[in-house]
C-alpha cells in the first residue's frame, strides 16, 4: 500500500500550481492596458510517477503521478508575426514620413495658386503684373503707370523668393530631422543593450525574463519604423541588431551611427547651379571615439524607415525621387523662363529719355548728351534688362535671387515700351524745353503677349499654365504617397490584429481563467482535506475499534 503522504504531495503540487496559475492571470490583468505587454501563461507538466530503479517497487501496476510540475512562464507570442510586422513597421515609417514630410511642400504650393485679391501668392503676383503691363500700354509715358509696375515687377519676384525661402527652411528642417533620428537610432541600441544584459543575467535562474523581453521587444518595434534592421537572439538570451550588414547591437555591446556634418552637398544649391556649394550631413558609422568616421567604407548603408525618408527628401533631385530639391528646381525654371523671356523682348525696346535730374543719380553706364542751355539729359536707348542677370548667365538665376534690373527699381524711364527710339537728340520743344516724343507701346505688347502664349496644339503654354502644371505635379506626388502610405497602413493593421488576438491581454479569456484556476485551487484543497481525513483515521482511529 502506498503512503497516503503520496497523496498529500500530490495535493501540494496542485495547491502550488493553481495559486502560480492565479498569480499569472492577476499580472495579466494587470497590464491589459500596459503598451507592448504580451499575455503570459504557465507551462506545467505531469510528474511521472517515483523511479521504478529501487530494489523493492511498490504495486508497481497501480502507480500514479507524482501531481503537477510548474515549469515556465511563457509569453504567447508568435515570431514570425513580430517579424512581419516590423518589415512592415519599416515600410509603414517611410511613407508616413514621407506624407507627413511632403505635406508641408503641397501646402506651400497650393497657397501658390490662391486667386483672392489679399492673396501674396505668385499666381496673384503674375496677374498683378500682367494688369500692370496692360496700364502701361495705354500710358506709355506715365511715370505713375511705370512705377506701378516696376512695384508689381517686385511684389512678383519678392514672392518667389518667398516660397523658395520656405522650401529652404523645409530643406534645413530635413536636414535637422537626419541627426534628431540618428541620436533616436543610438539611445535605442543604447537602451537594447542594457536590457540584453539584464535578461541574461535574470534567466540564469532557468526563469524567464517575459517582462524584460516586452520591453525590448517595443524597443525593436520602435526601430524598425526608424530604419531597416536585422536581428537575432543566441541561446544565451542576448539580442543582435544590424544595420546594412554592420551591428549596431551586439549583446551588451553598441556601435554607434553618427552625422558628419560636412558629409554631403546641398542639392539645394546643387540644383541652383551655384559657385559655392554648401554641406550637410551624412550618415556614417562612429569611430572608436564616438566621432564620424571619416573612412568611405564607414557610410552606413539606409535602405528604408523613417531616416531614409528624411534622406530622400532632403537629397531627391528627380522625377523619381521627387525631393525639396526637385520641387525648388521647377521653380527655379519657371523664374528662369519669366527672367530670360521677358529680358530678350525688353532689350529690343526703347526707353523715355530724361534729364540727370529726372534721374535720381541712377544713370551709371548710360550715354548722355548736354543742350545748348547745358542741360544734361540722356536719349533713349536699348539693350536693357528688365530683371536681374548677371553676365547674361540665366543658369544662376534662382528662385531665391528672382529680381528686378537694380537699374529699373531706380530709374523707371528705363522700361522700355516702344519699339521705335523716341527722341532725336537735341531737339527742343517750342518753349524751349526738351522734346519728350513718346513713341508707342509696342515693345510692351509683346511682353504682355508672352502671358498669353499656346503651344501648337493651341494650349495655354504661359508662365500661369506652367505655374498650374508645377503645383498640380506636386499634388499628385502627394496622392501618391498618401496612396503609397494609406496602403502599408491597410497592411500593418492587418498585422497589428492577427499580433493583437495572440499576445494581447482578453479580459474575458483572463477572467474564465480565474474562475477556472480558483476551482482547481478549491479541489485541491479539498483533496488535501480528504487526505488529512484519511491520515487522521490511520493514525488516531486504526486499531482501536473494541477497546
Aim: hydrophobic letters at 35%; charged letters at 20%.
Amino acid at each position: 500500500m502506498r503512503s497516503t503522504f503520496y497523496g498529500l504531495e500530490i495535493a501540494r503540487s496542485g495547491l502550488y500550481t493553481s495559486q502560480n496559475e492565479l498569480n499569472v492571470t492577476g499580472h495579466n490583468i494587470a497590464n491589459v492596458d500596459t503598451l507592448g505587454y504580451t499575455r503570459q501563461r504557465l507551462n506545467t507538466a505531469s510528474l511521472a510517477p517515483v523511479s521504478m530503479n529501487v530494489q523493492y517497487a511498490l504495486d508497481t501496476k497501480s502507480s500514479t503521478g507524482r501531481g503537477v510540475e510548474a515549469l515556465t512562464v511563457d509569453q504567447v507570442r508568435n515570431l514570425f508575426t513580430d517579424a512581419k510586422y516590423r518589415e512592415e513597421a519599416n515600410a509603414t515609417g517611410y511613407w508616413n514620413t514621407r506624407m507627413n514630410e511632403f505635406y508641408m511642400v503641397e501646402q506651400l504650393y497650393n497657397s501658390v495658386l490662391e486667386t483672392t485679391s489679399t492673396s501674396s501668392s505668385i499666381d496673384t503676383a503674375l496677374t498683378g503684373f500682367k494688369t500692370a503691363l496692360d496700364s502701361l500700354v495705354e500710358e506709355p509715358s506715365s511715370l505713375e503707370s511705370r512705377t506701378n509696375l516696376m512695384i508689381k515687377a517686385m511684389q512678383l519676384t519678392e514672392t518667389f523668393q518667398y516660397v523658395y525661402g520656405k522650401l529652404e527652411d523645409q530643406h534645413e528642417n530635413l536636414n535637422n530631422s537626419i541627426a534628431v533620428t540618428v541620436g533616436q537610432i543610438n539611445d535605442i541600441a543604447q537602451s537594447i543593450a542594457n536590457l540584453n544584459r539584464q535578461i541574461h543575467g535574470y534567466e540564469l535562474s532557468g526563469a524567464k525574463a517575459n517582462d524584460l523581453r516586452d520591453s525590448r521587444n517595443l524597443l525593436l518595434d520602435k526601430l524598425s519604423g526608424l530604419v531597416d534592421i536585422e536581428y537575432y537572439e543566441n541561446s544565451q538570451g542576448y539580442l543582435t541588431v544590424t544595420i546594412g550588414g554592420r551591428a549596431l547591437v551586439n549583446g551588451v555591446e553598441r556601435n554607434e551611427l553618427a552625422v558628419n556634418p560636412q558629409g554631403a552637398d546641398n542639392q539645394m544649391d546643387v540644383m541652383a547651379n551655384a559657385d559655392i556649394i554648401r554641406k550637410q550631413y551624412s550618415v556614417v558609422w562612429a569611430d572608436g571615439m564616438g566621432q564620424p568616421s571619416k573612412n568611405p567604407d564607414d557610410a552606413a548603408l539606409i535602405q528604408s524607415g523613417a531616416l531614409k525618408a528624411y534622406l530622400d527628401l532632403r537629397d531627391g533631385t528627380t522625377e523619381e525621387t521627387y525631393g525639396v530639391p526637385y520641387v525648388a528646381s521647377q521653380l527655379n525654371e519657371l523664374a528662369r523662363k519669366i527672367a530670360k523671356e521677358i529680358n530678350e523682348v525688353h532689350a529690343q525696346g526703347y526707353t523715355l529719355p530724361f534729364t540727370e535730374a529726372d534721374a535720381l543719380g541712377a544713370t551709371a553706364g548710360l550715354p548722355s548728351s548736354t543742350l545748348a542751355d547745358g542741360t544734361v539729359y540722356y536719349p533713349s536707348t536699348t539693350g536693357i534688362n528688365f530683371f536681374q542677370v548677371d553676365k547674361g548667365d540665366y543658369s544662376k538665376i534662382t528662385a531665391g535671387n528672382f529680381a528686378v534690373s537694380t537699374d529699373i527699381q531706380k530709374n523707371v524711364y528705363l522700361i522700355a515700351a516702344s519699339s521705335e527710339r523716341l527722341t532725336v537728340e537735341g531737339q527742343l520743344n517750342d518753349d524751349g524745353t526738351l522734346n519728350m516724343q513718346r513713341g508707342n507701346a509696342n515693345n510692351l505688347k509683346n511682353i504682355a503677349a508672352l502671358f498669353s502664349q499656346k503651344d501648337a496644339t493651341g494650349n495655354p503654354d504661359n508662365y500661369s499654365s506652367q505655374l498650374k502644371l508645377l503645383v498640380t505635379n506636386v499634388g499628385t506626388q502627394q496622392e501618391k504617397i498618401e496612396t503609397m502610405e494609406g496602403a502599408q497602413q491597410t497592411r500593418i493593421a492587418s498585422i497589428v490584429a492577427q499580433r493583437a488576438s495572440e499576445s494581447s491581454v482578453s479580459i474575458d479569456e483572463e477572467i474564465t481563467n480565474m474562475i477556472r484556476f480558483t476551482h482547481a485551487y478549491n479541489a485541491n484543497a479539498r483533496i488535501m482535506t480528504a487526505m488529512d481525513e484519511e491520515l487522521d483515521t490511520l493514525i488516531n482511529k486504526m486499531g482501536t475499534v473494541g477497546r
